[in-house]
Each structure stands twice: as structure tokens, then as C-alpha cells.
């Protein structure tokens, strides 16, 4: 594995980071920049790796170590990673050996971005990180907290236990994916349609109804779509970042969904139903804001248009995949859902399991076929069954 550090003052903890995975019995080979080496002391990782630490593209005894370095390697793990660094890697690069070692890799790639809020949320790093995201590259977004200079806000690069804990999930993921889903099936000329996230229905202009759902599998399957060539539209109520390359649709409420989705459906190939629809919503939404001496108000609620149900009944041709988020009795739950919404796949998952659930990277779930067919898949990156899923759909559209 290769711990690639660049000039942030959170290299500080790279040395933490380093140990943490040597702890996990992982050979890590670092590579600094020439600014990360003001930052942290080579001697302090040539000491602890017995390795000699490496930065410029001339000065080392192997003639070629931008182009060995990234083979031999299970895992790029760069923390932290500056704006300059993700500019250079998202431009391809090869100025120093870490920007090198990166272009020269077909290693998975995990990014710790570690910068100032306003670098961080400029539209050229938000824009690199995107590109990069949608190259398949991973991503740990900084979390909030103090940050150099005294100031506060996001850009903190995440906790070491938390880099490794990702690291070590992706190290774990990587190897199933070539058999959870061949790359090399394409989806030129489908059109896809996914929608993700959790909708929120108003009970006042400040609170509402909603779910935990993060829009993170819905997201990785358009994501995906993209990238086997598909045109796609993401009908969205999640706040995550959305993949490059695609058109991206707001709502908020599943009545705003419905309406996107069913103008969107005849010029569809494939339906994705990710999102969590809200199953009722207050039958009336308050005009201002319900004052707590008012009392707590009791809230009446009406059930919401079954988006999927509709889809169902409305189908022609189209390919309509839902998704069953149970917590007991997961197959007959998903099974009978699948049948009563009419449509040709579920995806069933466990959401009461820590590592399949709301808010976690991981996910595993079952394929329920119109005709019958059952699929295991087994726990993954939420990108990787994303991917499984895309590709077993972009299967069946050939059949
Ligand atoms: N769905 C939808 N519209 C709704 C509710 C759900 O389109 N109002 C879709 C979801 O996007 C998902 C599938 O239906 O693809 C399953 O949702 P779920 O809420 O689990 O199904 P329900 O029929 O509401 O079943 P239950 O609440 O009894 O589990």
C-alpha cells in the first residue's frame, strides 16, 4: 500500500495513520511531496518502514519508481491530500512522484482532503473532486472542526481510525468487484432514469417528516450508469454529491418526485426507485412556524402517491427496478412487494444490520427476478453493489 502525503498540516498525523495500518499487517510504502516534508519528518517513516521515503522523480537509486511504485500497489491512500494535489491527479499530472505514482496506477485510490474551508469549498476543488469521484476514485470528505490559523469550519482531514477503518473497506471490497460485476458491460444509448434520497414533507416552514436515508445507493447507481455509457437523470431529495456527467433534478417532497418521475418516464429504458419515499405526510403543512406554546400539535397525515406502484401499472416496455428496505422476514417482505408494485427487480436489504444500513459506505442485498431467480450479493462498497446491480440490469436489457 502506498500513503501518499502532501503539504497540509494535518500530515501531522500521517505518522498515526502509518502505524494504525501497519497494525492491520498492511507493507506501507510512503511517498511525500516535497511540501509534505515540511510538514512531517522523513526520518520519522523511514524509521518506521525501514524504507527510504521518496518525493522527487530523479534522485532515486530505481530508475523507474513513478512506474513500479503504482504497480505493485493494492491501495493509494493519500492523507492528507491539499487542493494542489487533487488539482494535479484530477489534471493528470506527473510533476512529482506522488502525482506520478497516481497517473501511473490502476490501484484504487482513496483521497483525505485536508484544507481550509474556503479552498475546500471552491468550485474548482468541489469540480476536481467530482471528476475524480466519477472516475471511480474514493473520496473521504473533510469533516468540520478547528483548522489551521485558529479558524472553524469544513476541511479537518477525518480521524486516523476512520481512514484506515475506509482503507481497509476498500482494500476488503476491491477484490470482489471484478466478479460482482464485469466493467465491460456498456449501456450506450439506455436511458435511465434513478431516483435517490429520503423525501421531506413539510409540517411548517421549518420541520418536516423525513427518513434516514442518506441517497448514497441511488447516487452510485447513477454514478455507474454514467460510466457504462448510459444517459442518465438523478431525481434527487439527498444532499450528497451528485456524479459528473449527468442531469441532476432537486425535490423535496415525494408529490415533487412523482411529478418528475412520471413526466420523465416514457422517455425511459430503466427505472431505478432508490429513493425512500415517505409512505404519509401531513395532510395540512402549517403556513408559519408552530410556536411551542401552541402546544405539541397533533398531526394528522394522509398516505403519498406509491411513485413505484405507478410505474408499475404504467409500464410498457421499461425496465422498473424498486428497492425494499426491510428490517424482518427480508425475502417474503421484498418478494411480495415486488409482485404487488408489478415490477421486474427488487432489491432487497437488511436495514437493521450495522454495515448494510442507512448512512454506512457497505451495503449487502438480494436480487428478487419477476421470474423467480434469487441473488445474493455479498457485503460491498455501496458503489460496488451499485455496480452489481447496474450491470445485472444492463444484462437483462440485452436478453
Ligand atoms: N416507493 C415509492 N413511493 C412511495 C413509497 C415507496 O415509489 N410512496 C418505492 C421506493 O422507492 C422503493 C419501493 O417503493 O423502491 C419500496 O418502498 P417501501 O416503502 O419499502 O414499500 P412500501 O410499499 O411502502 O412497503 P412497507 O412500507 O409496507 O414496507
Redesign the pocket.
Known sequence: MILGISGGIAAYKSVEILRRLQRTGADVVPVVTEAGRKFVAPMALESLTGRRVSSSLWNDTDPIPHTSLGQRADLILVAPATADLIARYRAGLASDLLAATLLASRAPVLLCPAMHTEMWEHPATQENIDVLQGRGVHVLEPAEGSLAGGDMGIGRMREPAEIVEKAQQILLSDSPLTDLADAARRMEGVRVLV?AGGTRESIDPVRFIGNRSSGKMGHAIAAEAARRGAAVVLVTASDARTPAGIEVIRVQT?AEMEKEVLSRFADSDVVF???????FRPRVEAGSKIKKSDGPPLLELEP??????RLGEEKASQFVV?????TDDLVE?AKA?LER?KIDLIVANDVSAADSGFEVDTNRAVLLWRAGEVEDLPLALKSEIAAAIVERVAGALED
Open positions: 431516483t415525494a426507485m432508490a429513493a425512500a419515499v415517505a409512505d403519498t402517491p406509491d411513485i413505484l406502484a424498486g428497492f425494499a428496505a426491510e417482505n412487494k408494485k
